[in-house]
């Protein structure tokens, strides 16, 4: 048992799983200057985030488990050992953890930039990314997701790809992050099933939030509503239009239809766009957004489109049920403590 770190009753980590360094409580207490309030990043469903800055002036984020949460430890040790084994300028870099007393922490390179979510939802940011860096952040977006699914040891299918996953380094490059939702595929297994739907609401595919089907393909649903929000700095989730009830990928679709595409851009990127490129971003968006996950791409096609070497299908009408309530009579939902995480359990 002197091998094992012993989170709880029902989670027990192996020290040779874990190949990231061990950071003392002392390291992390002098670093975030005891988890100063100015060292405040931000809050997500695992905990508080702090910045830190080790002696030899390295800057590193440090996620701190709350106590009370069960969920962030199951997700702590996935994050750990999955993350530890991928290296890709796409995903963030886990640098290492700390497990001492109480505490339970994550410790990632630091993003001075933040998560692109503070840029693209916030009108007077959003001017910072014009169209090149707005196009270079979702090509690295899918560099990194093709990495997960196909390029590393693993096939990895990320579950949670959304705006505040996404965080940006000095030079506007943009990292995958929270591997805490993940699953490891293997061999030639291409689909998963779960009874414990987690994600979040406004990008899950139909078949994950209804039957709890993941596979790749859910991924791609997600990169789809992610690309929608880049392109046109708009929220998929709480998507409000003059005078429509419709969401963003139904108005989007419209505008498509009727041959009116450019009035979906993002209004700050009017004088820098490059017409061409957006176009074809939001024809893939809506391949990737396909109601059925075999009529989707996969990340390399899609990395190919976005680079013109491949020739663009015609979509069908994308699946739009997300922005309407999910009201499945034979699933209990129940909302996390972050408020755009849902978990549905099948009834027993
Ligand atoms: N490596 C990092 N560098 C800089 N800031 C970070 C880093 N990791 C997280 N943050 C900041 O902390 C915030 C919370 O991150 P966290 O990943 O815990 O939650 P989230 O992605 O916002 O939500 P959820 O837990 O639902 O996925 C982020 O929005 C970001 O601003």
Redesign the pocket.
């Known amino acids: 048992m002197e091998n094992n770190i012993m989170l709880d009753q029902n989670i027990e980590l192996q020290s040779e799983d874990l190949e990231v360094p061990f950071f003392s409580l002392a390291t992390i207490v002098i670093a975030t200057n005891n988890f100063s309030s100015d060292n405040k990043?931000?809050?997500?469903?695992?905990?508080l985030?702090y910045?830190g800055t080790l002696t030899d002036g390295h800057e590193i984020?440090v996620?701190r488990l709350s106590r009370s949460s069960i969920q962030g430890l199951n997700e702590f040790k996935n994050e750990v050992i999955l993350i530890a084994k991928l290296q890709h300028r796409n995903l963030?870099r886990l640098l290492g953890y700390c497990i001492e007393g109480d505490e339970t922490m994550l410790i990632?390179?630091?993003?001075?930039n933040?998560?692109l979510?503070?840029f693209i939802f916030d009108e007077t940011r959003a001017k910072v990314l014009g169209w090149s860096i707005r196009f270079n952040i979702i090509c690295g977006i899918a560099r990194g997701l093709l990495y997960l699914h196909e390029d590393s040891r693993l096939r990895i299918i990320h579950r949670?790809l959304?705006a505040?996953?996404v965080?940006l380094d000095s030079k506007m490059n943009p990292k995958i992050?929270?591997f805490g939702m993940a699953r490891i595929f293997g061999g030639d297994q291409t689909e998963g099933n779960t009874e414990r739907v987690v994600g979040?609401y406004g990008y899950m595919a139909p078949e994950y939030a209804i039957d709890g089907l993941f596979s790749v393909k859910s991924d791609v649903f997600s990169f789809g509503i992610l690309l929608l929000e880049i392109l046109s700095g708009k929220k998929n989730r709480g998507f409000i239009h003059p005078g429509q009830s419709l969401n963003l990928v139904a108005h989007a679709w419209n505008l498509w239809k009727e041959c009116r595409p450019l009035e979906l851009l993002d209004t700050c990127l009017e004088d820098c766009c490059i017409i061409l490129e957006f176009v074809r971003c939001l024809h893939i968006s809506f391949l990737c957004l396909q109601q059925h996950h075999e009529d989707r791409p996969n990340m390399s096609s899609v990395v190919m489109m976005l680079h013109g070497e491949s020739s663009l299908p015609e979509p069908k009408e994308p699946a739009s049920f997300i922005g309407k309530k999910l009201s499945l009579s034979s699933k209990k939902k129940s909302a996390s403590t972050?408020e755009?995480?849902i978990t549905l359990l099948e009834a027993r």
């Open positions: 990043l931000g809050e997500g469903g695992f905990g985030v910045k984020a996620k963030v990632y390179e630091y993003m001075p933040g998560s979510d503070s949670d959304k505040s996953n965080l992050s929270d979040t972050n755009i995480t």
